[in-house]
Nanobody, 124 residues
Framework: QVQLVESGGGLVQAGGSLRLSCAAS????????MVWFRQAPGKEREFVAR????????HYANSVKGRFTISRDNAKNTVYLEMNSLKREDTAVYYC?????????????????WGQGTQVTVSS
């Protein structure tokens, strides 16, 4: 069992930055690929970024590529999402997720564990 707790969300002006953190419980954190999803009001939950177990491989949605950076610290059981040059359309609840399948990690159906989400609001 893995429990995920996100933090770091908030209100930021367009063009600003935020850093989300997701702390995982348990001793098996490094066994999972980690993923960030987001869900805007009235929209489906969508893939944002994923990182392999070791942290050596990352992949981003086109909408955030070049602006967001995913990283992890396996010694601290934590995954991060650094968000720069934020836009109003980045406004959403951001969810941390753990999956055993990095290759399928863009799919919600492949997630093994979800966090509770943290709200990010970007104002103009």
């Amino acid at each position: 069992q893995v429990q995920l707790v996100e933090s770091g969300g908030g209100l930021v002006q367009a063009g600003g930055s935020l850093r989300l953190s997701c702390a995982a419980s348990g001793r098996t954190f490094s066994s999972y690929a980690m993923v960030w999803f987001r869900q805007a009001p009235g929209k489906e939950r969508e893939f944002v970024a994923r990182i392999s177990r070791s942290g050596g491989i990352t992949h981003y949605a086109n909408s955030v590529k070049g602006r967001f950076t995913i990283s992890r610290d396996n010694a601290k059981n934590t995954v991060y999402l650094e968000m720069n040059s934020l836009k109003r359309e980045d406004t959403a609840v951001y969810y941390c997720a753990a999956t055993a399948r990095y290759d399928l990690a863009t799919m919600k159906s492949q997630v093994d564990y979800w966090g509770q989400g943290t709200q990010v609001t970007v104002s103009s």
